[in-house]
């Protein structure tokens, strides 16, 4: 959905028309050229701040309406924080939430932004741009009555020092966004819309930014000896799809970075079918898949300069006469055998085709997979960490620092022999759930046995993508958790090395 909000610059130019905004750090007055904007008003800028209860606290606000002197209709001043504090970038992309906020509360058609502070570099003013844009979206393309703020488009024009260089990180950063805003479109379709098709087709539009795009189908994977993912499709009407993304921005010949996303499309559990309460979230269990997804389209469109692939594992867990069985063995590519005990333990089994074909075929450098895996991490975590599982030290160290850069945070969970031991089976080589103890390690175990040592972090991303509760960068159900993570993750590790 685009969002209706349109984002420009212009040179510092005070006359603006609609709402015009400045920003005030604690216990201190507007400087340079919102300090001239306030002072044309003619009023006392300590007096009406301590009559607001205004204090400059990141988040707080007060307003002067058609204050004299001033060509806008509205003055609104801005609380952002200590000085010298919010310099990391999410904290910029945070700012930018806030303010949007503060504009659709306020019913603003218009705005005009000051930014001339000196903090307010080009990279952190892209990031304020993108927090503008991530905080105004809203998925409502199945109401006929749109909200507010979906009708009334919002023109927001950031006023800087130096636009060109504003201008070109802008662009630059609104790749992510963008493809951030393309993985929570997919998560909120509704699953009779989103099937495995229609999903494999949202990807193939990719082509469009010049990714290649390629699919694997049902008779392709059968061939290939990919019977964990099959099983799990099996029981549906719905044919399954691997969908395979190449965005080859880097040297020609150079082992890609792999990405892997989980895109169960709808998880009924399966004949070990879930509690009817709350399965409606279950349409976003493509999660992974989504980000995955949004990433690609993020490297295209900005056209970073290294080589990715995304690989997508779609398919939907249904119980019907020929779905899979608790009991039923499944030998997986990797020639693995798996004893069912859960059918709704149906990730790890797309997952560990999916992971075993990429490292197979792509020699990657290393693999990332997202997946709205577990239950048990949001146990473990909650709704601000997704859990991050690795077993190679410098990636794992790589993630955590672009989850600070992004805001969008990863917990590290361990992994090891004893964990491993849960998921061994009496019948098979391993079965697919180790229970209820460390529910999400066992899972992320299980995913380990498919990596054959290719550097691998496994996201379980369960309770940090989809109805997580809204944040100051996001209001809607879906997050689309993991395109800037990992957009940010390439740009400061893989680009052009
Ligand atoms: N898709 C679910 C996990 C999930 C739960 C995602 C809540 C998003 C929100 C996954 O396929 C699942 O059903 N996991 C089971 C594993 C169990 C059967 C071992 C779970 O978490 O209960
Ligand atoms: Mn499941
Ligand atoms: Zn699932």
């Not at 212009?10 to 201190?28: Q, R």
């Not at 503008?132 to 950031?158: C, I, P, Q």
């Not at 694997?216 to 990919?226: F, I, P, S, T």
Request: charged letters at 20%; aromatic letters at 6%.
């Amino acid at each position: 959905m685009p969002s209706r909000i349109e984002i420009k610059t212009a040179a510092l130019n005070p006359e603006a028309t609609g709402t015009l905004v400045i920003y005030a750090s604690e216990g201190a007055e507007p400087i340079g050229a919102a300090a001239a904007v306030w002072q044309s008003t003619g009023l006392d800028f300590k007096t009406l701040a301590a009559a607001a209860g205004f204090k400059g606290k990141q988040g707080s606000a007060f307003e002067v309406l058609a204050p004299h002197g001033v060509t806008a209709d509205r003055l609104l001043v801005l609380g952002s924080g200590k000085a010298g504090e919010g310099t990391s970038l999410s904290a910029w992309a945070d700012r930018g939430g806030s303010l949007a906020g503060k504009l659709m509360g306020v019913r603003a058609g218009n705005a005009a932004v000051i930014l001339d502070e000196e903090a307010a570099t080009p990279d952190r003013v892209a990031e304020l741009a993108a927090g503008l844009k991530l905080r105004h979206y809203r998925f409502d393309a199945y109401k006929a009555k749109k909200e507010d703020n979906g009708d009334a488009a919002l023109s927001v024009t950031l006023h800087v020092a130096d636009r060109p260089a504003v201008d070109a990180a802008i662009a630059d950063r609104d790749a992510a966004t963008s493809g951030t805003i393309l993985a929570r479109d997919l998560v909120h379709q509704p699953p009779n819309v989103l099937g495995t098709l229609e999903f494999a087709a949202e990807a193939e539009k990719l082509t469009g930014l010049g990714v290649d795009v390629e699919q694997l189908d049902e008779a392709a994977m059968r061939k290939l000896g990919m019977n964990a993912l099959l099983g799990v499709a099996q029981g549906s009407a719905r044919p399954p799809r691997l969908v395979i993304m190449r965005w080859n921005g880097g040297k020609a010949g150079e082992a890609p970075l792999a990405f892997i996303g989980k895109g169960v499309v709808f998880d009924s559990g399966g004949i070990s079918i879930k509690p009817g309460l709350g399965m409606e979230d279950m349409k976003g269990d493509m999660g992974g898949a989504a980000a995955v997804t949004g990433l690609l389209h993020a490297l295209a469109a900005r056209k970073a300069r290294v080589n990715a692939i995304g690989v997508i594992g779609l398919v939907e867990n249904m119980p019907s006469g020929t779905a899979m069985r608790p009991g039923d063995i499944l030998t997986a590519m990797s020639g693995t055998t798996i004893e069912i005990v859960n059918t709704d333990a149906e990730g790890r089994l797309v997952l560990a085709d999916a992971l075993w074909y990429t490292q197979d075929r792509f020699k990657p450098r290393f693999m990332v997979n997202l997946a709205t895996l577990t239950g048990a991490i949001g146990v473990a975590l909650g709704n601000d960490h997704a859990g991050l599982f690795s077993n190679n030290e410098e990636l794992a160290a790589q993630l955590l620092a672009a989850g600070l850069a992004t805001g969008e945070k990863l917990w590290r969970m361990p992994l090891g022999a004893a964990y491993d031991k849960l998921i061994e089976s009496r019948f098979a080589d391993i079965k697919n759930s180790g229970g209820r103890p460390a529910g999400s390690i066992t899972a992320a175990q299980f995913l380990k046995r498919f990596v054959n040592d290719v550097p691998w972090a496994h996201l379980d991303i369960a309770a940090v993508a989809l109805a997580s509760p809204t944040s100051e960068t996001n209001q809607s159900w879906a997050s689309g958790f993991g395109v800037a993570l990992l957009d940010r993750l390439v740009r400061d590790n893989f680009e052009g090395k």
